[in-house]
């Protein structure tokens, strides 16, 4: 089944201390999304990606970076997390034509001690 | 201001009974309006799709409906089950783009 995944499911990271989240789909989708969810919040839109090139949200800290290898991978990196970002991440995807059908992979909770 | 505004903000109801989930858009210009189902702790998954000419749209044992007139929308569950427990949310793109209004949800429990 053609699908959004997203690893690891649960992450567990020091503060400060960098950590990488990885979203990969089977959908060939052209635009890769990021999102932040904290709890009983709606979805955060961080940045995204159209095939290469990349968007950035205009209120995304710069701690939050993003890499798209190639049109199957998207991993979101934290550089320095601090305890405000604990959160659910969320990947999604849409085709180039429909981007407001976007499709949701199940998160990554992301916990800073 | 663009704005999606659900209610009410939750919900608790007994395993076999139906309800009515409420979503009030102003999102200009309107191109199509969805229902996600996000379950805790997972990603949202879309349930229904309305855009503009569509009244009412069925999903199993969702249905929903959309007045442009009103700009309003339900989600109507029958015969609910313990699964349905899980937080509803509207969605509607804004200017037709890849940036989604979200609505803040409805968090539904169904108990046995």
């Known amino acids: 089944d053609a699908m959004v995944i997203q690893n690891p499911r649960y992450q567990v990271t020091q503060f400060g201390k960098p950590v990488t989240l990885s979203c990969s789909q089977t959908?060939?989708?052209?635009?890769m999304y990021w999102y932040q969810q904290k709890s009983s919040q709606a979805p955060k839109l961080l940045f995204h990606?159209?095939?290469?090139?990349?968007?950035n949200e205009a209120d995304t800290p710069d701690n939050f970076q993003s890499r798209r290898p190639n049109t199957s991978f998207c991993f979101l990196d934290i550089r320095s997390p601090g305890l405000g970002d604990a959160a659910m991440y969320l990947c999604?995807?849409?085709?180039?034509?429909?981007?407001?059908?976007?499709?949701f992979g199940p998160g990554t909770r992301l916990t800073v001690t | 201001k663009n704005q999606v505004e659900q209610s009410p903000q939750s919900l608790i109801i007994l395993e076999g009974k139906n309800c009515t989930l409420q979503?009030?858009?102003?999102?200009?210009?309107?191109?199509?309006l969805r229902w996600y189902k996000q379950d805790t702790g997972r990603g949202p998954v879309s349930l229904t799709i309305?855009?503009?000419?569509?009244n009412t749209k069925s999903n199993g044992r969702y249905t929903a409906t959309l007045d442009a007139d009103t700009k309003q929308s339900s989600l109507h569950i029958t015969a609910s089950q313990l699964s349905d427990s899980a937080s509803y949310i509207c969605?509607?793109?804004?200017?037709?783009?890849?940036?989604?209004?979200f609505g803040s949800g409805t968090r539904l429990l169904v108990r046995p």
């Open positions: 979503c009030n858009y102003t999102v200009s210009p309107f191109s199509n």
């Open positions: 959908l060939n989708h052209n635009v």
């Open positions: 309305m855009t503009f000419s569509e």
């Open positions: 990606y159209y095939d290469k090139d990349f968007n």
């Open positions: 999604a995807t849409s085709a180039r034509d429909t981007f407001n059908e976007q499709y």
């Open positions: 969605v509607a793109p804004m200017d037709s783009s890849y940036k989604l209004i």
